[in-house]
């Protein structure tokens, strides 16, 4: 079946400090890829997305993401991170014809 | 500006009690679906309508039924509300179905007791 797993439930990373949040899915074929980032007491706002064509995608604020088709992985980064980075983060990936697939999210907090 | 507005934003309410969760979109999207968020279990999908008239199950749909008159209004009912649906819960638009990323409303948190 196809899923999505983000492996790290919580991560606490330093203000300024790089982040990488971990990301695998399981699909027969490629499916298009996105990171969204949810704020306590907000909805879901898209940071990137991957359909095809280079594989490092680049987001808003300045994340971006690489998408490894060896590994299946599509791995979220930053080179340093500011406090108000501090959420959680979703992996999601969809086959073409197909729903969303949600991963479980990882909460990131940020110490200063 | 373009937005998924979702209410109320906050309820707790009693079992078997019915309730409707009103969700409206500005963005002329075709698709909307909606879905329930709980602890290390990601966003799963209740339902999802691809245009007016036409909506379908997704991962959860027990326990909740929805309607798409409009193009614009998606909402979604709990006829007899029960604690297990007691959760956050988000709609959300995209322009189409496929490669096209999807815009969610701020959610609304129900406490069924």
């Known amino acids: 079946a196809q899923s999505v797993t983000q492996p790290d439930i919580h991560i606490t990373v330093s203000e300024g400090a790089s982040l990488e949040l971990r990301c695998n899915y399981s699909?027969?074929?490629?499916?298009?890829l996105f990171w969204y980032v949810q704020s306590p007491g907000q909805g879901l706002q898209l940071l990137l997305k991957?359909?095809?064509?280079?594989?490092l995608v680049q987001g808003i604020k300045g994340f971006e993401a690489e998408f490894k088709r060896s590994q299946s992985s599509f791995n979220l980064r930053k080179p340093s991170v500011h406090w108000s980075d501090a959420a959680e983060y979703f992996c999601?990936?969809?086959?073409?014809?197909?729903?969303?697939?949600f991963g479980a999210g990882t909460i990131l907090r940020v110490k200063s | 500006e373009a937005q998924v507005t979702q209410n109320p934003r906050y309820l707790i309410t009693v079992t078997g009690k019915k309730l409707t969760v009103t969700c409206s979109q500005n963005?002329?999207?075709?698709?909307m679906s909606w879905y329930r968020q709980d602890p290390g279990l990601g966003l799963r999908q209740i339902y999802y309508?691809?245009?007016?008239?036409?909506?379908d199950k997704g991962d959860v749909p027990e326990g909740y039924k929805v309607s798409r008159k409009e193009k614009r209004n998606f909402p979604l009912i709990l006829e007899s509300p029960s604690p297990n649906q007691t959760s956050l819960y988000f709609c959300?638009?995209?322009?189409?179905?496929?490669?096209?990323?999807?815009?969610f409303g701020d959610g609304t948190r129900l406490s069924i007791l």
């Open positions: 959300a638009s995209s322009e189409g179905f496929n490669n096209q990323p999807q815009h």
């Open positions: 699909y027969g074929a490629t499916p298009y």
């Open positions: 991957y359909f095809s064509g280079d594989t």
């Open positions: 999601v990936a969809k086959e073409y014809g197909n729903k969303l697939v």
């Open positions: 963005m002329n999207h075709e698709y």
């Open positions: 309508s691809m245009n007016v008239e036409v909506t």
